[in-house]
């Protein structure tokens, strides 16, 4: 077994550091699958970037730049998942970047070109995205307030191309005003009670929140230089506040601007659930750090070789939500959202050695169903299959997933004419 383990790892590394297996062509094949299972649908692209810290010493940095406020050293992963907006399943990756700092930029942020600055990916990622979600119905690109600033706004939309971002910054309107003021001015669309997730600075709790809508124009700002970029762009703004909240507690205000027409209050509300979808990618880091895969406890030692582990680690943490989405079996996604045709014929062959007479230990799910790929995904990485057990977690996902690829390559070895 140790000599399987290390021939695996040896293999791992002579992939890993080959010139010709780039970042690039690996952040390609994100989206192949994509493509396929977002066709028809109204995909929430939702992009983010995350610090992923690698441990290093004052001596050997491993040729990794900075991360985070500089006190730490890493890659940055910026990825877009693509969700689906009425189920909220995640249908896979559409676009990304993996990279590492080369040192401190000097020159001010606001002399150096859109292209120079790092704040470009948030566009560059949705433009690349567009042909991985070509078949989609509609595409509404969903981003947090790092994303707020006007080219973004001015060159991402079209047709069935939306935008949905929270507002960071309070931008002078044309006629006069600013976002936060004009809000303040409308009427009251409405009230209801929405559960707010849970973060390391707040428990999860009910909000009683208010809503109001409206359309704004935002004006250029007079630092944008770029050619082509338009002199306003009318947006909605949706701004969302809590009321009758605890003492202690800082209440939730949510000013989400959107390409969107919000005509009614119910389509208001709508604009704050996909908004509330975010979280999924927050997920996504969280498996692909401590509640999963635990990149961040690499001991690869090179850069380029952290980056491109991350860009290959990037597309099984999907898979891993994927199934964790699906294993109570109320997901309709069908496996092949993650797994090739001939993956799913390797799982139908696993799935008859755990063929057990009792009838509690057997697989529930329909065949090529994604719940029924979890379900044998769990027992190879270790779950007993007893519906009354806990339920497999991302870690037992990842053990099976990597113990599978094995399996799948040996068969594919053996039945080769």
């Not at 676009?95 to 600055?117: A, F, I, M």
């Not at 567009?130 to 595409?139: E, P, Q």
């Not at 509300?269 to 895969?293: C, D, N």
Request: aromatic fraction near 8%; proline fraction near 4%; hydrophobic fraction near 40%.
């Amino acid at each position: 077994m140790a000599d399987g383990v290390r021939s695996i790892e040896v293999q791992f590394n002579r992939f890993i550091g080959n010139d010709r297996v780039t970042v690039g062509r690996i952040i390609e094949g994100w989206g192949e699958p994509t493509f396929a299972s977002s066709a028809g649908r109204h995909v929430l692209a939702i992009q983010d970037t995350s610090n992923i810290s690698i441990r290093t010493t004052d001596d050997r940095r491993r040729g990794l730049g900075e991360v985070g406020k500089g006190h730490s050293y890493g890659v940055l992963l910026h990825p877009m998942l693509a969700v689906d907006a009425e189920t909220g399943c995640c249908l896979g990756l559409a676009s990304g970047d993996v990279w590492t700092r080369k040192g401190r930029v000097t020159t001010p942020h606001g002399k150096r070109k859109l292209s120079e600055k790092e704040s470009s990916r948030w566009i560059d990622t949705a433009k690349s995205a567009k042909s991985v979600l070509a078949a989609a119905k509609t595409v509404t690109m969903v981003a947090d307030r790092e994303a707020d600033f006007f080219a973004l706004w001015a060159l991402v939309p079209e047709r069935n191309v939306h935008v949905l971002g929270r507002v960071h910054y309070n931008r002078p309107l044309v006629g006069g005003g600013h976002l936060t003021s004009v809000a303040a001015t409308w009427e009251l669309a409405g009230t209801r009670h929405v559960s707010v997730r849970e973060r390391p600075d707040r428990p999860e709790r009910i909000a009683e929140l208010q809503i109001r809508y409206g359309t704004v124009t935002i004006k250029r700002p007079r630092k944008v230089r770029e050619p082509g970029i338009a002199k306003q762009v009318t947006l909605t703004l949706v701004d969302v506040t809590e009321v009758n909240h605890a003492d202690g507690t800082e209440p939730l205000h949510w000013s989400l601007a959107t390409t969107h027409l919000v005509d009614s209050a119910s389509k208001a509300w709508e604009i704050v659930s996909w908004y509330q979808m975010r979280w999924i990618i927050e997920q996504f880091f969280r498996t692909l750090k401590a509640q999963g895969f635990r990149i961040e406890q690499t001991q690869l030692w090179t850069a380029g070789r952290i980056v491109k582990l991350v860009a290959i680690a990037a597309h099984a943490a999907v898979i891993t939500m994927q199934m964790v989405q699906a294993r109570d079996g109320k997901s309709a996604e069908p496996a092949l959202i993650a797994f090739s045709s001939t993956q799913i014929s390797t799982l139908s062959a696993i799935e008859k050695s755990y063929l057990e007479s009792t009838p509690t230990r057997q697989n529930p799910h329909a065949h090529s169903s994604m719940a029924w790929a979890a379900w044998i995904i769990a027992r190879i990485g270790g779950w007993d299959g007893y519906r009354s057990s806990r339920p497999p977690g991302p870690i037992t996902y990842r053990n099976g997933l990597n113990s599978f690829y094995q399996i799948h390559r040996g068969l594919r070895l053996v039945c080769m004419p």
